[in-house]
């Protein structure tokens, strides 16, 4: 694929999902989140995380797919690859690591929009203070994995552009 305008528009739309995903982990984690646990009251803070989460599920997802479908002709038409899995280069090494990163990623959207984030949900509902500050720290935790993960990632890219 020597065309640079679909070698331009699917590198803009990998960017464009990474940004979206990414992100909105991190203006989640570093200032929703604190602002939420801050102002909010247990029950209201449920109502609001579940309705944020399921409007941000739907952009998580979709960015999921998109960085699915660009990355891999990114991934082909680049000089550095030889094949799916490759362990000569390291280049390829990276290659592999980033893409473990970006399942653990999205093995973690699933289950904090699926499970974590509808418990905590209920949870604040039921006026359960134990329950709700169990299923809380959870999803603070999955989302603080995930940012780590994340930011592995884009760490990863970033080497590889330099390679």
């Known amino acids: 694929m020597d065309n640079l305008f679909v070698k331009t528009f699917l590198d803009v739309l990998h960017v464009l ?3 979206i995903w990414i992100g909105g982990m991190l203006v989640n984690f570093l200032v929703i989140r604190p602002a939420t646990v801050k102002v909010l009251e247990p029950s209201v803070a449920g109502k609001f995380t579940q309705a944020m989460m399921k409007r941000f599920r739907i952009f998580v997802y ?3 797919v998109i960085l699915g479908i660009t990355g891999i002709p990114m991934k082909i038409v680049s000089e550095h690859y030889v094949s799916i899995v490759n362990f000569e280069n ?3 090494i990276l290659s ?3 893409h473990l990163l970006y399942g653990v990623l999205v093995v973690l959207a699933v289950l904090n929009f699926e499970v974590i984030s509808p418990r905590v949900a209920r949870a604040a509902a039921t006026s359960s203070n134990r329950q709700f500050a169990k299923w809380k720290k959870r999803l603070a935790m999955s989302g603080m994995l ?3 993960s994340a930011i592995g990632t884009l760490i990863i890219s970033s080497m590889m552009r330099y390679l």
Request: hydrophobic fraction near 65%.
């Open 90 to 92: 390291t280049w390829g």
């Open 17 to 19: 999902a990474t940004v």
């Open 96 to 98: 592999f690591v980033k």
């Open 146 to 148: 995930a940012l780590i």
């Open 62 to 64: 979709a960015s999921i």
